[in-house]
Every structure is written in C-alpha cells, then in structure tokens.
C-alpha cells in the first residue's frame, strides 16, 4: 500500500467511527458539528478519486440532515454546495452506489422537509447557477 492509500483508508476508518459515534450521541455532536466547523473539514475530502471515502462522507451528511436541528442544517448549506456541484460534474459517470448515494441526500432533504435548504437549492443553484450556465435567464 502506497502512503496515499494508507491516508485514504485512515480517513475512511475514521469518518465511519465519527458516524457511529454521531449515532450514539446525536445531542453532542448538534453542541460540537457548527462551532468546530467538522463538516467544512470533512468535505474539503470530497476532491478526492476514493469513490467510497466520498459514499462515506454523503452518509454522514445524511445523518446531520435527520437530526433536524436549526443551526445544524444551517451549517449544511455550504457542503451541499459540494454535493451538487460533484453531482453535477459527475451525473455522466454513472457508478450505482455513488450516483444513488448523492441522490438520496435529495431525497432525504424532499423527505425530512428540510425547508431552508429546498429554499437555498432553489435560490442558488435553480434560480442562479443553473440558468446561468445553462443560458436560460
């Protein structure tokens, strides 16, 4: 194993224990997630090729998104960013686990009725960069 894939592996051992321990202890983790910016850290991994270090990431997105906490979800908007401009990039390339993981942040977000961030998705990306790029205005 190369140093690289030795990191890759470190982070994923360590994003799936920060998701067990979110599980377990959704109350300190709402106290923890804003102030110490953790999901603005974990998605500066989402560059990366490691197509399951990424399914990792989109599944503890998916679990801050169900704790329903106003500040949490607030904190959310910036790495959604990243989803669907991965999304976006990669829609093409369909690998099933990866393409169904991103779309079930979707889904979740349509499911659970998480309003401002259906507001900000239709704000920024329908409304702004979406037209923009696509020459519609």
């Given at each position: 194993n190369s140093t690289?894939?030795?990191?890759?592996?470190?982070?994923?051992?360590?994003?799936?224990?920060?998701i067990y321990c979110s599980k377990q202890q959704m109350e300190n983790l709402k106290k923890r997630i804003v102030p110490l910016d953790i999901s603005g850290k974990i998605f500066k991994n989402f560059s990366t090729n490691d197509k399951f270090l990424i399914i990792t990431i989109i599944q503890l997105y998916k679990l801050l998104l169900q704790c329903k906490d106003a500040e949490v979800v607030s904190h959310l908007a910036k790495p959604l960013d990243v989803i669907i401009d991965y999304f976006l990039k990669n829609c093409k390339n369909k690998t099933n686990l990866l393409h169904s993981s991103l779309l079930e942040v979707f889904v979740l977000i349509m499911k659970e009725e998480v309003l401002p961030l259906l507001n900000y998705?239709?704000?920024?990306?329908?409304?702004?960069k979406i037209n923009v790029v696509g020459g519609e205005s």
């Open positions: 690289e894939e030795k990191i890759k592996d470190a982070k994923s051992v360590v994003l799936d224990v920060l998705i239709v704000k920024v990306w329908v409304l702004l």
